[in-house]
């Protein structure tokens, strides 16, 4: 059988065959570069030679080449187009494939030789990059267990490969749940809703084939404009207990048990490993370091946000009892009489600024932002191969030469994770290219949710998406290093939404909407006084916003840094209450349906960097309003040298030290998020 993950890729800069790579191709895929890459390994820890840089640590970097180019492949198409095949190969590969890492990572005789050049690096004459990917190497191994003996070794490879199945497990549960609901509406449910919003619940309809003039699924694009807007109160709380039940329901999807066993197994991990909880052992390498220094940073937010809250809840039951309500606001309420308010307080409908929020204007504009910080253009291409007929592909030109692909996969649809992310096809480096020195270039893209219509308006929360996951497809295609351990996104995790959020900031730039928010219909662009109100109600329902998001942080830290709860439900609803969480508001991600935390450990102990994060970009963009010019060249030279094109290279402190010139400060992200002045009237 033709198998075309073995052939030379001769698609324009070596892209993937995504049209022609079925199911069928990763078994065999699998086994031939799982058993070169074994092999290629045993040979480097079992060279006679004396250690050096060369024989060991550029030897596992230029290893697993088939590997690496499978791995691309496959869980891109395992989050963006999958199948009961592919569910199925992901759960084989699970277990296979964390087996095999382990028995890279507790290879003693492989870490004996890079331990070997960690204790003699002050020695090895190595430049400053090379010494960083051979302390990373150290520490990966360690934390990996390579110190562990005896039965405590293999205990650590079984948790690794258990932990990989339930995570895969977890994730294929929520999209289970998120694929089997689609509600079909008539006219008079659909009252209140505007016309954008109404286009797009009937495409979906016909799309996913409801006998029904609309229809909403699960996914947030889909169902939050809903909650917004339809006036039918028994409607929102139907579609509200849904959205929150995912992965809850008992039955085969119940998440509970299998969020149990993960702590469990994490914690027994980390004790293994010498720390005293999972938090600890997760947060021993990221900027914060500690729990208690991410702690301390959630509950200084949480006192402020909280507070907030409180009074944008006070204010939404007075605006119910002024309307003859007879009930008291609840969750589903929450964002359907909070739309009313804004609209009262700023005179500024949401609904109103989405005929002037088409997809495509604002991929241009998160183009041009890109072009006035860092130089970039991006030129389309119809002649690369794609996965599904939604996907986009642009060539990225940087100086007169191309840098990288850029993949936009912008619309919700069966078989596709819910939510937004970047990910890769392939890594920016400089060890394997054509030539020594010459640059493999990034193959990346961005996943979002949108709901498709013709044309496609957007929300500005849906804006702030996009430019979101755009900073982090900045972060890979600017990256200029040498070694892949290092290449673009791989840094802490409490550092890499720092590129992202900080884009962001230029989306609500009034020279940005006056350029790119256009009406789709006229090509007017919106009315300046239409973007003043917009901007002077950004910060309304921050309260709000920050309590569902400190939330889930606050549940995540909690679980990994107490006991593993039998119970993992009744150990969040403890959570809420000891921090008092408002009855009127849910965490921005339940437990059961958490895959940030559970669908893997990316963000295990570690969804608070989305603030910490935040705090880097309030402090970061205040540079370029310092300089009194958000496209300020000078500052955005910094930006692109420390930021986005270094990776992991530097320490993070100091990377973001080099850019600002100081330490960042919080009270940035409070006034950012309007939790330092007195709420409006």
Excluded at 160 to 169: E, M, P, Y
Excluded at 354 to 380: M, Q, V
Excluded at 485 to 490: C, D, E, Q, V, Y
Aim: aromatic share 10%.
């Amino acid at each position: 059988m033709e198998n075309p993950l073995f052939e030379d890729w001769t698609a324009p800069f070596g892209a993937p065959p995504l049209d022609r790579i079925k199911p069928e191709h990763l078994r065999p895929a699998y086994d031939r570069a799982l058993a070169e890459h074994a092999a290629e390994v045993a040979a480097i820890a079992a060279n006679p030679a004396p250690p050096d840089f060369d024989n060991v640590i550029v030897a596992l970097e230029t290893s697993g080449r088939l590997l690496t180019r499978i791995e691309g492949v496959f869980h891109n198409l395992a989050s963006s187009a999958t199948n009961p095949a592919l569910q199925a190969i992901e759960l084989e590969m699970a277990p296979r494939l964390s087996a095999h890492w382990s028995n890279i990572t507790l290879n003693g005789a492989l870490f004996a030789r890079i331990d070997h050049l960690y204790q003699q690096r002050a020695a090895l004459g190595l430049d400053a990059e090379s010494l960083r990917v051979l302390e990373r190497y150290h520490l990966d191994f360690v934390r990996a267990g390579a110190q562990l003996t005896g039965e405590h070794r293999q205990r650590f490879a079984d948790i690794a490969q258990r932990l990989a199945v339930l995570g895969t497990q977890f994730s294929q549960h929520v999209l289970g749940d998120e694929e089997d609901y689609v509600l079909g509406l008539g006219e008079e449910q659909m009252a209140g809703v505007p016309l954008s919003i109404r286009d797009a619940a009937a495409a979906c309809a016909k799309e996913r084939g409801v006998d029904a003039p609309f229809a909403v699924t699960l996914s947030r694009s889909s169902i939050e404009p809903v909650l917004q807007f339809a006036d039918d109160r028994d409607l929102r709380e139907k579609l509200f207990r849904a959205w929150t039940a995912r992965g809850a329901a008992k039955g085969p999807r119940d998440n509970s048990a299998i969020i149990a066993e993960m702590l469990a197994l994490r914690a027994e991990r980390a004790n293994l490993l010498g720390y005293e909880t999972f938090a600890a052992f997760k947060l021993a390498d990221s900027m914060a370091a500690t729990p208690a220094k991410a702690r301390a940073l959630l509950e200084d937010v949480w006192g402020p946000a909280r507070a907030r809250a409180l009074e944008e809840r006070d204010a939404l039951q007075a605006l119910i009892v002024r309307e003859g309500g007879n009930f008291h606001l609840a969750p589903w309420d929450w964002r359907y009489y909070a739309e009313k308010l804004r609209r009262a307080r700023y005179d500024f409908d949401d609904g109103a600024i989405k005929p002037y929020f088409e997809l495509n204007n604002l991929i241009e504009a998160a183009f041009f932002t890109a072009g006035k910080l860092f130089g970039l253009s991006f030129r389309p291409r119809s002649d690369i191969p794609v996965y599904h007929p939604d996907v986009r592909v642009w060539e990225v030109v940087r100086a007169d030469r191309t840098i990288g692909l850029f993949y936009g996969d912008y619309f919700a649809r069966p078989g596709k994770q819910g939510g937004a992310w970047m990910s890769s096809f392939r890594d920016q480096e400089r060890l394997t290219g054509a030539a020594p020195g010459d640059d493999v270039l990034p193959i990346v893209i961005n996943n979002c949710n949108f709901s498709k219509s013709d044309p496609c308006l957007l929300s500005f929360d849906d804006g702030e998406t996009l430019f979101h996951e755009f900073g982090h497809a900045l972060h890979g295609l600017l990256s200029q290093v040498r070694f892949p351990r290092l290449s673009g996104t791989n840094v802490a995790r409490d550092f890499v939404e720092l590129p992202s959020q900080l884009y962001e900031h230029w989306l609500e730039q009034p020279q940005v909407l006056a350029r790119f928010a256009r009406h789709h219909l006229t090509g007017e662009p919106m009315p300046p006084a239409l973007i003043e109100r917009l901007l002077a109600a950004r910060n309304f329902g921050q309260g709000f916003a920050t309590v569902e998001f400190l939330a889930s942080a606050i549940v995540d830290m909690d679980f990994h840094s107490q006991p593993p709860p039998d119970d993992p439900l009744a150990a969040q609803a403890q959570s809420l209450a000891r921090i008092a969480m408002p009855d009127e508001i849910v965490p921005r991600h339940g437990a059961a349906h958490f895959t940030h935390v559970f669908g893997g450990d990316g963000y295990a102990a570690g969804y608070y960097a989305y603030l910490w994060s935040e705090v880097l970009d309030a402090d970061g963009f205040g540079a370029f309003e310092e300089a009194k010019d958000i496209f300020d060249p000078a500052t955005a030279q910094r930006l692109y040298r420390y930021i986005y094109s270094g990776g992991g290279t530097r320490d993070y402190a100091s990377a973001y030290r080099a850019f600002r010139g100081r330490d960042p400060h919080v009270d940035a992200l409070l006034e950012g998020r309007g939790l330092k002045a007195p709420v409006a009237a």
